[in-house]
């Protein structure tokens, strides 16, 4: 996976590749001008620090191929594909996101199912308006309910073995689903401070969420495993902690983060031992706490500069900072471009793979 800013050169060079996968854009009014054959989500979330626009490039290592099923873009290699899928939501009528996340959701899981990849490592999802209380529901509680009825109605695990996700407001747009899936399932790791977020109890909402902490996914022979961790927060137990204390919420995210790490070394997972060999992406509620969750990563011996900045809600009201991870990094390497001028004559790139070659 790379990380570049839209106008950096190795995007259009990525977007010839037909090892790519797929991209999703982070930021920007508009998707990225790409060629049909890769499938792109587009997602309405602020960059923060500098760039307009944010590409997130998937790859493998050996050729992709595109399928479409119904409203669902595939792109796939034999072994990992990329798909995304999204619901319009403006003027379609009452309980529009309830419709649009349950529809969206019947045509991923179709796609998955008809393409042989049924098993889901990763799912990212973007919420328009995620705090909002619409007919005494807040949305992101609807999208539980009508997420966990997609996955039961297609025997997709909505408990034990769930994949690792996470759910971000978005400003406007539609509602927005991209995933990696797979021919061979993960193993599904959970965070020992936690409590599991599909046994979260009723005053989260009527349907716990279903996701699990960490997705492992084993790789090919003389390959690194590749750790994909959810969304995480600053939950222990199931309670939020530190409320508007970002600082506090940002540490309380790397001990839970740290904890998932080890629960993966213990499981022999292959290249990962310290949280220094994940990379991570931060959404932030208050575009002025940035600062703040640097230094606190730094603090941790981190590099804050290798981090993807995002502003967006988060699905629970009071918590301010959002860590998601994927490693190791000899696996995922991320590159965020400093460019956001078309005639910029320095490009910032990397060049790497995102996911083990199949045997
Ligand atoms: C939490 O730990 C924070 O609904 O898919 C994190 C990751 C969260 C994924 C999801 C929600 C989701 O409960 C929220």
């Known amino acids: 996976m790379r990380w570049l800013s839209a106008t950096d050169l190795a995007v259009s060079q990525a977007l010839r590749d037909p090892q790519t996968l797929g991209v999703a854009t982070h930021g920007g009014s508009v998707p990225l001008a790409v060629d049909a054959r890769f499938p792109q989500a587009h997602l309405r979330k602020h960059v923060i620090g500098g760039d307009a626009q944010v590409v997130e490039i998937w790859s493998g290592r050996t050729e992709a191929r595109t399928e479409t099923f119904g409203a669902t873009h595939c792109r796939h290699n034999g072994e990992v594909m990329f798909a995304t899928v999204s619901a319009p939501l403006a003027g379609a009528g009452n309980d529009a996101l309830g419709e649009g996340t349950y529809t969206a959701y019947q045509s991923l899981l179709a796609a998955l199912l008809a393409s042989g990849y049924p098993h889901l490592l990763r799912v990212w999802n973007s919420i328009p308006d995620i705090n909002i209380n619409e007919d005494g529901l807040e949305r992101y509680r609807r999208f539980n309910l009508l997420r966990h009825k997609a996955y039961e109605e297609t025997r997709q695990p909505t408990g034990a073995g769930a994949p690792a996700a996470c ?44 996701f699990s902490r960490a997705a492992l996914w084993r790789g090919g022979e003389d390959e690194s495993d590749v750790l994909f961790v959810s969304g995480t927060a600053s939950i222990v137990g199931h309670q939020t902690l530190h409320h508007g204390n970002v600082a506090a919420q940002t540490h309380e995210t790397l001990t839970n983060l740290q904890a998932i790490v080890a629960e993966a070394v213990s499981r022999d997972a292959r290249g990962l031992v310290l949280l220094s060999d994940l990379r991570l992406k931060a959404y932030i509620r208050h575009v002025e706490d940035a600062p703040i969750v640097r230094q606190v990563l730094a603090g941790h011996g981190l590099d804050a500069d290798a981090v993807l900045y995002l502003q967006a809600d988060i699905c629970r009201a009071d918590l301010l900072v959002e860590l998601e991870a994927i490693g190791p990094a000899q696996s995922i390497e991320v590159t965020t471009g400093t460019a ?14 995102a996911l083990p070659e199949s045997g």
């Open 167 to 210: 759910a971000l407001g978005s400003y406007g747009g539609p509602l927005v689903l991209y995933c990696l899936a797979s021919k061979t399932p993960p193993e599904a790791i959970e965070n020992p401070r936690q409590t599991s977020a599909y046994q979260y109890p009723q005053q989260y909402g009527p349907r716990a969420p279903s």
């Open 340 to 353: 956001d001028t078309q005639d910029s004559s320095f490009r910032s790139s990397s060049d790497s793979q």
